[in-house]
């Protein structure tokens, strides 16, 4: 089924899972574990925003590599929205078309939640859509690996994606093909040093203010309490302020990028189309697959919408990065090194 000329792809992301992976990935093993009381108390402290927004997922490279394989028939993302953490990418998962499954909080009796909720559906996916063709699972856990091998029995072609080292060995084999998230075009690797520093950075995983330590007295009369019960507030105020402002500078980026230069915004696509689509023996591709592809990411692309008569000029516009080799009627492109 995996060489069906009209490939249909199903996508679903395990988000919590992407998200608290390359957070460890970024600054080392069991960071996020390290860091999850003072995220979710309060993700504006300064410290914790940084460590935050260096490892932020590109959520558009991930979706952008699994339309890569086909047209995307459904993409489907699992997390608990409501956590600030997650907010800050509704925003842009909404944008392209990603339907947000909501988990409540995990307690000791949802911890796999996620998974089962996944799995569920998307065995309920594939008898419901028999022509799907391929599946991406974007997830590490080893307890997908029954997912995996259920699809492949049904004649689907599987593609795991996850964080080199949170991924669990047994799942990339049990799939047909596994991608390292960090091996995505425009994603930016972490830097290694960087990581073993911080991951050799010690302890004091619990900070407090000087007021915290004033008050933490047993015998604490009712001031006491009452100022502990205002510290809680507000910090649950400003968790809540930063979920907001995270989520109208997201907007805000969405008006900046709809009022970017489209050549520019061309350009790029044009690139990541040849470096997704450059997985073969050659390293040569038929313009018009690539052209396909392009549409597949962004079905708003059109190479007469940016002034170019064919897609041949639009690639000829682009030799900076694309190098062209016409032969009779076959036109072959290529990234230029």
């Not at 080893?142 to 072609?157: E, F, I, K, T």
């Amino acid at each position: 089924m995996a060489e069906t000329q009209d490939s249909r792809v199903a996508v679903y992301l395990d988000f919590d899972n992407i998200v608290m992976s390359w957070y460890d990935r970024v600054h080392g093993r069991q960071a996020y574990s390290r860091d999850r009381h003072r995220i979710a108390e309060d993700p504006t402290e300064p410290e914790i925003a940084e460590r935050l927004a260096k490892a932020t997922v590109d959520v558009g490279a991930v979706i952008d590599y699994a339309a890569s394989f086909g047209s995307l028939m459904l993409t489907r993302a699992y997390a608990d929205w409501s956590s600030p953490v997650n907010a800050i990418y509704r925003t842009q998962l909404v944008a392209r078309a990603v339907d947000l499954v909501q988990l409540f909080p995990a307690a000791a009796y949802a911890k796999n939640g996620a998974d089962i909720r996944l799995a569920v559906d998307t065995v309920e996916d594939l008898y419901l859509m028999p022509d799907l063709t391929h599946v991406v699972i974007v997830a590490g856990d080893s307890d997908y690996v029954p997912l995996a091998q259920r699809c492949r029995r049904l004649g689907r072609y599987v593609i795991a994606m996850g964080v080199a080292g949170s991924t669990a060995k047994s799942l990339a084999a049990a799939c047909d093909e596994f991608e390292s998230y960090e091996n995505l075009p425009g994603v930016e690797r972490p830097a290694a040093a960087a990581q073993k520093s911080r991951s050799r950075r010690g302890g004091g995983g619990s900070s407090q203010t000087s007021g915290d330590s004033d008050s933490s007295g047993e015998g604490g009369g009712p001031r006491t309490r009452s100022r502990r019960s205002a510290d809680a507030d507000a910090k649950a105020r400003a968790a809540e302020h930063a979920a907001e402002e995270a989520a109208d500078a997201a907007e805000d980026a969405e008006d900046d990028e709809a009022g970017e230069d489209p050549r520019e915004a061309a350009t790029r696509l044009l690139q990541r189309a040849l470096q997704l689509g450059d997985r073969g023996d050659s390293d040569w591709l038929h313009a018009s697959a690539v052209k396909s592809h392009m549409r597949r990411m962004d079905s708003s692309f059109s190479e007469k919408a940016i002034g170019f008569k064919s897609f041949n000029d639009f690639l000829k516009g682009n030799a900076a990065i694309a190098e062209l080799e016409e032969s009779g009627h076959e036109r072959l492109v290529r990234a230029r090194e």
